[in-house]
């Protein structure tokens, strides 16, 4: 039987680690964004639409490169964390997670901003008339009926950032237990010819993936459709 | 100070609308006008579900005026859309309780029960998916989710167009009840007037976003002014109450200030008020009171007004006591008769719709 180097673990740690804490940070971004390009008239709401859906065509290399000058000691980001004493975020966890959370996006807005828009204005103006305020009308009844939206954001979104490599090797390297997830392990047992500790990685990756999607699409049946 | 108020500028997109009408604040006002005209978006600024420039008083309170505009959610109204639009994430029952649950227990005037046996929800009331229901049972739980909330106003938005014919029989009867039982104004909006004729006690008329006209039914009804009244389903409409049952013949006479009328015998006790409506293109003008007439309501009436239709066709109008009566004729009829406002003549009603 085969057994995960100490390391290893501590890379499948982090990656769940990330893939979590992003996922749920993004939630909360994605959330009011896609709420806004979904009921804004506004003349620049395109022009945003644009700017969240560029990760899907940049390379991540481009986009980790671009991101590691913003958060360098010359970049803005990272004069600005230098001022705020939060040190700089290239090639901490911080770093790699602020890197995802921009990486996934399009992934969480999309299919809740395409929840909201297939809700209508409709659902909420009745809800209106019936006395519900707008946080009521959200918690109510908007996100209910985006419930199909929402599951679909965060297994994109955590799938997405569990298999994240450019970006995390452009803006955090290789530091083990704070910056080295799977995919830059199972990169590293590659390079050093140990086929087999990268096959049980891999395959473990996409085990795992596999056994998710299956519990999300077996148990959404009822939750895709929304309970009542 | 019991009165409706609205005064409301808006611009849309491709549509502007400035309109202004008072309405006494109890029975049903409807807003009435073509497709486009405005009457849906005049609601909805009344709801608050457009931010218009203007302003609006219900029963004296403010709802909005230069310096307030109350939210949707803070006006005590009810708002029937034109598709029911439950929520399809909960049940009958709690979308029927998703506004009662939000109104607070001093405002609440209105008993589930009382709505359940008003809309005749009790079959209803237990099933699950909303979606599973009729159109008119969707309909009927709309209303009675609005009137839940004890609203001080009933908005309607055409609530019976999006549904089929029978759907709408099955409704208008509900429709008639709350208009009895109800102590609250209803502003009703729609494009059909015999809908309009059945439910409504007065009457705002809107074209091209303006108010062309406002007041009574029955006046603005007979008013030959306005394009209504040159419609080809226009006609008059008289309150009546029910005076004698012929069981002979199965006829039952309706007297009204004026006049009476028989029609086809009805299940309504002594002295039940009874609308019914009498087309223009259904009478007819005698100068002597005709004998030997198969037509058996013929009332005493004096012409008012006389108005050009067309090149071929009059309108006119005449007094029967206290109400007035269209009747559409030929130009050729009315030189042959030598008709003119004032004269006294006979009025040959060849059919009379009863409205309830």
């Known amino acids: 039987m085969h057994t995960f180097a100490p390391d290893d673990l501590q890379a499948v740690w982090l990656t769940l680690k990330l893939a979590a804490t992003s996922t749920c940070l993004l939630l909360l971004i994605a959330t009011p964004l896609a709420w806004w390009l979904a009921y804004s008239n506004k003349w620049y709401k395109g022009m945003l639409a644009a700017v969240v859906a560029l990760p899907l065509v940049i390379p991540p290399t481009v986009l980790g490169f671009y991101l590691l000058l913003l958060m360098g000691p010359h970049g803005v980001v990272g004069e600005l964390t230098t001022y705020l004493r939060l040190g700089r975020l290239p090639f901490t966890f911080a770093g790699l997670v602020a890197g995802s959370v921009l990486f996934s996006m399009p992934f969480a807005v999309q299919p809740i901003q395409n929840a909201f828009e297939a809700i209508g204005r409709r659902p909420l103006e009745v809800a209106a008339t ?61 390079e050093a010819m140990e086929y087999e500790a990268a096959h049980w990685l891999a395959g473990g990756m996409v085990l795992f993936s596999f056994i998710v999607l299956l519990a999300l699409y077996l148990a959404g049946g009822k939750l895709w459709k929304g309970v009542r | 100070m019991k009165q409706i108020r609205a005064d409301f500028k808006i611009q849309l997109e491709s549509f502007s609308l400035d309109a202004a009408f008072n309405a006494p604040a109890v029975g049903v006002t409807a807003l009435f006008g073509p497709s486009g005209s405005g009457k849906t978006t005049l ?43 439950l929520f399809t994430h909960l049940s009958v029952r709690a979308n029927l309780e998703y506004g009662l649950k939000r109104t607070p227990l001093t405002e609440r005037k209105v008993p589930l029960e009382q709505v359940v046996e008003w809309l005749g929800l009790s079959q209803l009331i237990g099933r699950g998916d909303p979606a599973k229901l009729s159109g008119g049972e969707r309909q009927r739980i709309a209303i009675g989710r609005a009137l839940l909330t004890s609203p001080r106003i009933l908005l309607m938005d055409e609530p019976l167009s999006a549904l089929d014919i029978s759907s709408r029989q099955e409704i208008l009867p509900y429709l008639e009840r709350l208009h009895r039982e109800l102590n609250i104004p209803v502003l009703y909006v729609s494009h059909a007037m015999g809908e309009v004729a059945r439910l409504a006690d007065h009457l705002v008329l809107l074209e091209k976003g303006r108010v062309i006209a406002s007041g009574k ?28 049952h012929d069981e002979k013949y199965h006829l039952t006479r309706l007297d009204f200030p004026g006049g009476s009328v028989w029609v086809g015998k009805l299940a309504q006790s002594f002295g039940i008020r009874i609308r019914v409506r009498v087309l223009a293109r259904d009478v007819s003008i005698a100068t002597q009171r005709p004998q030997g007439s198969s037509i058996s309501n013929i009332l ?24 007035e009566l269209l009747s559409r004729i030929t130009r050729r009829s009315r030189d042959l008769l030598e008709l003119k406002a004032g004269m006294a003549v006979f009025a040959q009603l060849k059919s009379v719709a009863l409205m309830a």
């Open chain 2, 217 to 244: 039914l029955a006046e603005v009804l007979a008013r030959l002014d306005l394009p209504i009244a040159h419609f080809d389903d226009a006609g008059a409409v008289i309150e009546a109450a029910v005076a004698q």
């Open chain 2, 43 to 85: 609601l909805r600024c009344i709801a608050g579900l457009e931010r218009a420039e203007g302003s609006l008083q219900v029963n004296g309170e403010t709802w909005q005026d230069k310096s307030i505009f109350l939210p949707t959610h803070r006006r005590p109204l009810g708002y029937v859309f034109q598709e029911a639009s």
């Open chain 1, 130 to 190: 019936l006395r519900a305020g707008g946080w009521d009308r959200f918690l109510s009844v908007a996100l209910p009926l985006a419930r199909p939206g929402f599951l679909t954001a965060i297994i994109l979104a955590f799938a997405h950032t569990v298999g994240e490599f450019g970006v995390v090797l452009m803006l955090g390297g290789n530091i083990g237990g704070e910056t080295r997830v799977l995919s830059v392990a199972i990169y590293n047992h590659v």
């Open chain 2, 300 to 323: 005493a009436a004096r012409i008012l007004e006389i108005c050009d239709e067309g090149s071929d066709k009059v309108l006119v109008k005449m007094a029967i006591g206290e109400f």
